[in-house]
């Protein structure tokens, strides 16, 4: 028996950002600071960030998304591991999490990489890249907004929510990176089209039925 990416993901994310709650200096290694990687060359900061989380919700609400949304992308019926097989479908879910979180981190490091006072934290760009790859791999599927039971439609969820980001992200007050979310999402939905290009055609199609 196998042990899922998405589990291995969930443990060490989860067990690393406990840590760091209490752990202010492993924090500081890992954060994401454009200013840093840009004079410093600390590259490894595009994929640390990822594994630290601001607070439990933070962690919890992340976690949760990647957990349900990731399952119904990777091992539900018709996902990546019944399209591909188990070794495949799993490395394709693996380069989408870490490939999605590093193109995430290019809006803000290309606006942040002369500020030094910007920092970020969390896995919410690769989570999201997750989110939009499952929402065009199965666009009939039905999401709600957590704590909220109202189900709704991957396929009017998906604009939903970006139109959502777009509008945050121009206000520029919320302390939140949602330029990230979009940079994530967007690379889920390329990574999609990429590797089966007929489930973007699906998607559309769902417009006009």
């Not at 607070?55 to 399952?71: K, P, R, V």
Request: charged share 10%; net charge neutral; hydrophobic share 45%.
């Amino acid at each position: 028996m196998t042990i899922s990416i998405i589990n291995i993901i969930l443990i060490i994310t989860t067990i690393i950002s406990i840590i760091g709650f209490n752990n202010k200096s492993l924090i500081n290694r890992m954060i994401f600071i454009p200013y840093d990687i840009k004079n410093n060359s600390n590259y490894s900061r595009f994929f640390t960030h990822m594994l630290i989380h601001a607070d439990y919700g933070h962690l919890l609400f992340n976690m949760i998304s990647l957990y349900y949304l990731g399952n119904s992308l990777l091992n539900f019926p018709g996902g990546l591991i019944y399209e591909y097989g188990n070794s495949i479908g799993q490395l394709h879910f693996l380069f989408l999490y870490l490939l999605g979180g590093l193109f995430a981190s290019c809006i803000p490091f290309e606006r942040n990489k002369d500020n030094p006072n910007y920092a970020s934290l969390g896995a919410s760009g690769a989570v999201s890249a997750i989110i939009f790859a499952s929402i065009i791999w199965n666009p009939s599927m039905k999401l709600n907004i957590m704590f909220i039971p109202i189900d709704i439609p991957a396929y009017i969820f998906g604009p939903l929510y970006l139109f959502y980001e777009f509008y945050q992200d121009k206000k520029n007050n919320t302390g939140i990176a949602h330029d990230a979310h979009i940079g994530g999402s967007i690379f889920g939905i390329i990574y999609i089209l990429i590797i089966n290009i007929d489930k973007g055609l699906e998607f559309i199609n769902y417009f006009f039925q």
